[in-house]
């Protein structure tokens, strides 16, 4: 079945650092790819998407390109800050049928001053 | 706009109790469906409803657990009798069958802990 991996946490970077987060995948046919982010206390948000090869989704400063040939969807951030402290999601949603979400195991990221 | 709105927010039960979930997803979604999260197993799919309509329920861990979507407004997801081990957040989410990019949105989970 379809499945996300995540690069294990917890990841500690001093602010201002360069992030990277790695995801790949395994699906059948043409998934759309996700990072969600879930801040202390709270409920998962979306942080951004792609829907196709070769799309780039952004928010905040986040960046993931959706790679087709490596199967993989790495989110990067060029200077962290100490309010990205929080735990980040990779996933998949296939396009065809239940279209449901299928979750990495989470990458606790900290920030520290 | 509302986002989906779960309750209780926080609950604490006696082992053997009955614990039951609410979700109010949002207006005009299709699609709802229960998660589970946990240290252990990270965040599982237990149900999905589209229109109202149970359409996979191989996540649910075991008898003890049920969910019904008796309106497109409304969903519970009850656990009776509960377990230490039932312990966790358990997220609703939803979202509509056009126009969102697939894109699902989360409540902000119902942290149970049984004792």
């Known amino acids: 079945g379809d499945s996300v991996t995540q690069m294990e946490g917890p990841v500690t970077l001093s602010e201002e650092a360069f992030l990277t987060i790695n995801c790949t995948y395994t699906?059948?046919?043409?998934?759309?790819l996700f990072w969600y982010v879930q801040y202390p206390g709270e409920g998962l948000q979306l942080l951004l998407k792609?829907?196709?090869?070769?799309d780039k989704g952004s928010n905040k400063g986040f960046e993931a390109t959706y790679r087709k040939e490596t199967t993989s969807f790495h989110l990067e951030k060029g200077s962290v800050q100490v309010s990205d402290s929080a735990v980040y999601f990779c996933a998949l949603s296939d396009r065809q049928g239940a279209q449901k979400l299928v979750f990495g195991q989470g990458t606790r990221l900290t920030i520290n001053p | 706009d509302a986002g989906v709105i779960q309750s209780p927010r926080h609950e604490v039960t006696e082992m053997g109790q009955e614990v039951t979930l609410r979700c109010k997803p949002i207006?005009?979604?299709?699609?709802l469906f229960w998660y589970r999260q946990t240290m252990m197993r990270g965040l599982e799919l237990l149900i999905y409803?589209?229109?109202?309509?149970?359409?996979?329920d191989s996540g649910m861990p075991e008898d003890r657990f049920s969910a019904k979507m008796p309106n497109a407004s409304f969903s519970t997801l009850k656990i009776q009798p509960s377990e230490p081990r039932d312990s966790a957040v358990y997220f609703c989410a939803s979202r509509p069958d056009q126009g969102s990019g697939n894109t699902i949105y989360f409540g902000e989970g119902s942290w149970l802990t049984v004792v």
């Open positions: 207006s005009g979604h299709n699609s």
């Open positions: 699906a059948t046919g043409y998934p759309s």
């Open positions: 792609a829907t196709k090869a070769d």
């Open positions: 409803f589209n229109n109202n309509v149970p359409i996979d």
